[in-house]
């Protein structure tokens, strides 16, 4: 389905797009320390209403 040259060229980029995130987050890693200390929060206020609306809904056209 792929070639030799397309396989070897996904994996290369698949390494260097790896290594080029993992970079760039340790590089950032105390600004993300500073701005996104408490975001667990939000994303338990978020799952929380969404896991809410779902069981409203479900007991509605039960």
Partial sequence: ??????QLFGL???IV????????????LK???KYYKNVWIIL???LSIFFIFRAI????HD
């Fill in 57 to 60: 809904t479900y007991y509605i």
């Fill in 31 to 33: 600004v993300h320390k």
């Fill in 12 to 14: 290369f980029f698949v």
């Fill in 17 to 28: 797009f790896a290594i080029i995130l993992v970079w760039s987050y340790r590089k950032d």
């Fill in 44 to 46: 338990i206020s978020i």
């Fill in 1 to 6: 389905m792929f070639s030799k040259g397309q």
